[in-house]
C-alpha cells in the first residue's frame, strides 16, 4: 500500500442545486469528473489521503468578509453556505492538526467577489477563501500573518480588494494579462493600499505562458516573498484554468506543472477556483495537486493529449517574464520606502460591473490614515439596483481614534442612504442601521 509522506484531507462539494445555467462552464460536472478520476486511481486508498465532510458557513461568517446588500440571504444561495464552510472546514482541519494540509474542492466559486456585495461578477457571489480567513482569525487569533498565492488565470480582483488595506494579509495574484482577459485589472502597480504598500503581489503574465515560465516566477519570486514575510498560514487560491486545455482562457500550463507548483509552495490550504476544461483539465490537474499536496509521487500525472512541443514558450515570452520578475521583486524588496499619505484621510472612486448578473456599481472610499492601526475605512456604494449604502469597516487591532471615526461615520452618515453596515473585527460585530 502507498503511504503518502503527509496527512491531506480533501472536502467536496459538486453544488447540484447551483449553476448559472445549464450549458455554463461553471456548472457541476467540474467536480464530477474530478470525483470520478479519484476513485479510478485510488487516491483515497492511499495511506493518509481522507475525505471530509463540508461545513456550513453561517450568516455572521460570511458577514466578517462581506457587506452583502441588502443582506446576506437576498445575494446568496445555501450551496454558498457549503460552498465557503468546506473552506472552513478544510481551515479547522489544518488547526486542529487533523491532516497536514486540506483541499477544499467545492463551488461555487469566490475570488471575484469585492467587500461590497451587490450581486455576483466572474460568477462568483461571495469570497469563499475570505469568509474562510476572517474565521481562522476569529477563531485562532495566534493566526498573525496569512498569505494568499492565487494562480487561478484570471486576476482575483474580489480578493484583492477585501485585503487591499490588510497589512497581514498578502495576496499575491499569478494570472494571464489583464490586457487580454477578464477583470481586466492586477498589474504590478496595483501594489495594496496607502498603509498596506507591498501587500498585494500582481504577477502578469503574457498570453500561452506554460510550465517554465510559471514555475520559474513560483522559484524566483513568489518563494523568495514568501521565506521574507514568514507567514503562519498559505493559502493556493486553485484556480485552474491556466491549462492549456481550458476553454475560455489562453494560457498553457499543465498538470504536471501544477502538481509541481503545489510541491514547491506547500500551501496549508488549497480551494478550487476557476477551471473549465471539465474532462480534459480538471481531472488530471486535481489528482496532480492532491498528490503533491500528500508528498506521493506525481511524475505519472500527464494528459492524454499533452505534447509539450505545442505549448512551449516563445524565447521572448520568457525573456519578458524574467525582466517581470525582476521589477516586481525590486517592488516587494523597497516597498518600505513607500511613505504613508502626510494627509488624514485617502479616497479613491471605482467603477464596477457585475458582469454575471448585470450590474453597475460606483464607489466612493475614505481611509483614515492611521500611524497605530490598519486605519478605519467606509465605502460609500450605490448600485443599479437602486441601493445606495454606506460600508464602514473597522479592522482588527484597530486603534481608539480609529473606533471614534467609526462610530462617527455610523451614527451621522449624511447622504441619501439606503442603510449604514458596519463590520467591527475584533468585537465580531456586525450592525445595520436602515436610515
Known amino acids: ?50 475525505e471530509f465532510k463540508a461545513g456550513l458557513a453561517t ?104 485585503y487591499w488595506h490588510d497589512p497581514n494579509v ?44 510559471m514555475l520559474m516566477v513560483m522559484e524566483n519570486l513568489i518563494l523568495p516573498v514568501l521565506d521574507e514575510f514568514k507567514p503562519d498560514l498559505i493559502i493556493n487560491s486553485a ?45 488530471y490537474v486535481n489528482t496532480g495537486i492532491i498528490l503533491a499536496l500528500a508528498g506521493v509521487d506525481y511524475s505519472y500525472v500527464k494528459e492524454p493529449d499533452l505534447d509539450p512541443r505545442k505549448i512551449k514558450e516563445d524565447p521572448r515570452v520568457i525573456e519578458y517574464i524574467m525582466r517581470l520578475n525582476d521589477k516586481l521583486l525590486e517592488l516587494w524588496q523597497k516597498r518600505d520606502s513607500h511613505k504613508r499619505p502626510d494627509k488624514p484621510f485617502v479616497e479613491r472612486s471605482r467603477d464596477i460591473y457585475y458582469d454575471t448578473d448585470g450590474i453597475s456599481e460606483t464607489q466612493k472610499e475614505v481611509l483614515k490614515v492611521c500611524r497605530d492601526c490598519p486605519g478605519v475605512f467606509k465605502v460609500d456604494s450605490y448600485a443599479s439596483t437602486g ?8 479592522p482588527w487591532g484597530a486603534c481608539e481614534k480609529c473606533r471614534e471615526q467609526a462610530m462617527k461615520w455610523f451614527d451621522t452618515p449624511g447622504g441619501n442612504f439606503y442603510a449604514a453596515y458596519l463590520q467591527d473585527m475584533d468585537r465580531d460585530k456586525y450592525t445595520v442601521k436602515i436610515l
Open 170 to 213: 498578502l495576496y499575491i495574484s499569478i494570472h494571464q494579462d489583464g490586457r487580454t482577459l477578464y477583470p481586466g485589472s492586477g498589474f504590478p502597480d496595483e501594489f495594496g493600499g496607502p498603509c498596506a504598500q507591498g501587500m498585494t503581489l500582481n504577477v502578469p503574465l503574457p498570453p500561452n505562458t506554460s510550465d517554465e515560465g
Open 387 to 394: 441601493y445606495h449604502i454606506l460600508g464602514i469597516h473597522l
Open 1 to 50: 500500500m502507498i503511504k503518502a509522506k503527509k496527512r491531506t484531507g480533501l472536502i467536496f462539494f459538486p453544488a447540484y442545486d447551483w449553476e448559472i445555467s445549464p450549458s455554463h462552464p461553471e456548472r457541476k460536472e467540474r467536480l464530477l469528473y474530478t470525483q470520478d478520476q479519484v476513485m479510478e486511481e485510488g487516491l483515497l486508498d492511499i495511506e493518509g489521503i481522507h
Open 239 to 283: 484556480g485552474q484554468d491556466n491549462h492549456y486545455s481550458d476553454p475560455i482562457t489562453n494560457m498553457s500550463f499543465t498538470a504536471g506543472g501544477y502538481a509541481r507548483l503545489n510541491d514547491m509552495l506547500k500551501p496549508d490550504i488549497c480551494v478550487l477556483e476557476g477551471g473549465y476544461s471539465i474532462e480534459a483539465a480538471l481531472p
Open 59 to 162: 450568516t455572521e461568517d460570511i458577514n466578517r468578509a462581506h457587506f452583502c446588500v441588502p443582506d446576506v440571504p437576498s445575494r446568496i444561495t445555501p450551496s454558498h453556505n457549503v460552498s465557503a464552510g468546506g473552506c472552513i472546514e478544510a481551515a479547522r482541519l489544518v488547526l486542529e492538526g487533523r491532516v497536514d494540509n486540506a483541499f477544499a474542492l467545492v463551488r461555487p466559486p469566490g475570488h471575484h467577489a469585492m467587500r461590497v456585495v451587490h450581486g455576483a461578477r466572474g460568477f462568483c457571489n461571495i469570497n469563499i477563501e475570505a469568509v474562510m480567513i476572517e474565521w481562522v482569525r476569529k477563531h485562532y487569533p495566534k493566526i498573525k500573518k496569512i498569505a494568499i498565492v492565487d494562480t487561478d488565470c484570471h486576476h482575483g480582483d474580489g480578493s484583492q480588494d477585501v
